[in-house]
């Protein structure tokens, strides 16, 4: 069973960029978070789709955005790249049955660095 | 709003010996669960063990396991057997029962020594 493939795996942009990373969850999952890891900050949540929907969102301003597809692929895009936006992206995806949760996958990231 | 605490930035503990890693939680909700996840060098989180609140039994996978104080809103991760592939990132989350996002804490480093 595949598990959760982000791509690419790293990306140097420059300031002022934007960049478009891709997320495919693993079969049968519906629902994919995603989530921002610096070592100052630690995981802060960006966002979570559910059946193309976004159902939650963090505290990010409005350059971070982003979409799932009907086959549950998400991508997120961050427009008007700042330095501070380097960081590790992390992608999630998890199984929900009957409104239980059984714990999220991870994929190995998305490192962003931004000069 | 809930907050995971994990007060010891790193760890070590001797190979084959026992480590227990600290985790509180804030929360006003009674149905939620909670995680301990593995980060190794390569980044890529790892699902090490999953706890519901309901459930008063404390979760096991192989050497891992953890005890869960609903009251005291603590949930520690005890290592027995440690080993060198262990050495990680640890970060214990909380997620409500709802449909919402998972809490991170700020993470444990546990170093292993030969």
Redesign the interface.
């Known amino acids: 069973k595949a598990g959760v493939t982000q791509t690419p795996r790293y990306l140097i942009k420059t300031r002022g960029q934007q960049v478009t990373l891709s997320c495919s969850p693993i079969s049968g999952h519906r629902s994919v978070s995603w989530y921002q890891q610096t070592p100052g900050q630690g995981l802060q949540f960006l966002f979570e789709y559910f059946s193309e929907t976004q159902r939650n969102k963090g505290n990010f301003p409005g350059r971070f955005s982003g979409r799932q597809f009907s086959n549950s692929r998400s991508e997120m895009n961050v427009s008007t790249l700042e330095l501070g936006d380097s960081a590790l992206y992390l992608c999630a995806s998890s199984l929900e049955l009957q409104g239980d949760n059984y714990g999220y996958t991870f994929g190995s990231g998305t490192r962003l660095t931004v000069v | 709003a809930q907050t995971v605490t994990q007060s010891q930035p790193e760890m070590s503990v001797q190979e084959a010996e026992t480590v227990t890693l600290s985790c509180t939680y804030d929360t006003s909700e009674s149905d939620y ?1 909670l ?1 301990w ?1 593995k980060q190794p060098p ?6 090490v063990i ?1 706890q519901e609140a309901y459930k008063q039994q404390n979760a096991t996978e192989n050497r891992f396991s953890v005890n869960f104080q609903k009251a005291a809103k603590s949930f520690s991760l005890k290592i027995s057997d440690s080993q060198l592939g262990d050495a990680a990132m640890y ?1 214990c989350a909380y ?1 409500s ?1 709802g ?9 444990t480093r546990l170093h292993i020594l030969p």
């Open positions: 669960y995680f996840y390569s980044r890529q989180m790892i699902l999953r970060f997620r029962r449909r919402d996002k998972i809490i991170f804490g700020k993470g």
